[in-house]
């Protein structure tokens, strides 16, 4: 599991913020396009200072991988954020956290598919334990 996100640090600069924000999403189709590259799924929330996208990978290998791979989106845009940076520190930031997973339960009631339910498969829950349901996983 991947998120990363971006704070708005200066919203009175969108000449800043705003090509960080939009650089995501030919990451995005990119990666949609072609499966093998790892990527399972995302969801993207705004928050107060901007948005955070959490993404599900089949392994950490493949997101390395698509992060150092040179004919990919990520390197361009990654080095084009440090451009603009370096010209007006603390406008805008970005961040991620890394998770590796071998364990996780995930439980939607009364919701339409989202998170790993609808990056994977939503598989019915047959305990009614939590401890017995994350046992068997």
């Given amino acids: 599991m991947f998120l990363i996100g971006m704070t708005i640090n200066r919203p009175w600069r969108p000449d800043q913020w705003l090509p960080t924000l939009v650089a995501m999403a030919p990451m995005l189709r990119e990666l949609d396009k072609d499966p093998e590259l790892g990527l399972l799924g995302y ?6 200072r901007g948005p955070t996208l959490v993404q599900y990978w089949s392994s950490l290998e493949k997101l390395y991988a698509y992060a150092s791979k040179s004919d990919a989106e990520h390197r361009p845009a990654w080095a084009k954020f440090n451009r603009r940076a370096a010209k007006a520190k603390g406008a805008v930031g970005v961040w991620h956290e890394t998770y590796a997973v071998d364990k ?3 439980v939607y009631v009364e919701t339409p598919r989202m998170g ?7 598989v019915e829950v047959v305990r009614n334990s939590a401890r017995e349901r994350i046992a068997v996983t």
Avoid: D, P, V
């Fill in 43 to 48: 969801e993207l929330t705004i928050g107060a």
């Fill in 104 to 106: 996780h339960e995930s």
């Fill in 116 to 122: 790993l339910a609808k990056a994977t498969e939503h």
